[in-house]
């Protein structure tokens, strides 16, 4: 079992940077690709961003565009999502997830395990 918590969630101003973190719980962290989805009021749950399980590779959804980097920290079972040139679009919960594949994670949405998620808010 893997438990995920988020962190640093928060308001934001449009243009502005934020990082959101994941922890994970147990010994198996470095075993598991690791990445983030958002969702939007009234709108579905979407992929974010990816990392492979040594971090070697990562994915990001088309409307990433540069903006944001994943990285993680095997050794501190932890996952961060760097966020700059916030847009008001960017507003969502955002949600750690963590799988066996980066690929079915990226482009399957495939998950064998979220966190609760990490509301963030980019004002105008």
């Known amino acids: 079992q893997v438990q995920l918590v988020e962190s640093g969630g928060g308001l934001a101003q449009a243009g502005a940077s934020l990082r959101i973190s994941c922890a994970s719980s147990?010994?198996?962290?470095?075993?598991?690709?690791m990445g983030w989805f958002r969702q939007a009021p009234g709108k579905e749950r979407e992929f974010v961003a990816a990392i492979s399980s040594t971090g070697a590779s990562a994915y990001f959804g088309d409307f990433v565009k540069g903006r944001f980097t994943i990285s993680r920290d095997n050794g501190k079972n932890t996952v961060s999502l760097q966020m700059n040139i916030l847009r008001p679009e960017d507003t969502a919960v955002y949600y750690c997830?963590?799988?066996?594949?980066?690929?079915?994670?990226?482009?399957?949405?495939?998950?064998?395990?979220w966190g609760k998620g990490t509301l963030v808010t980019v004002s105008s």
């Open positions: 147990g010994r198996t962290f470095s075993a598991y690709a």
């Open positions: 997830a963590a799988h066996t594949s980066t690929w079915d994670m990226a482009k399957l949405g495939r998950v064998s395990y």
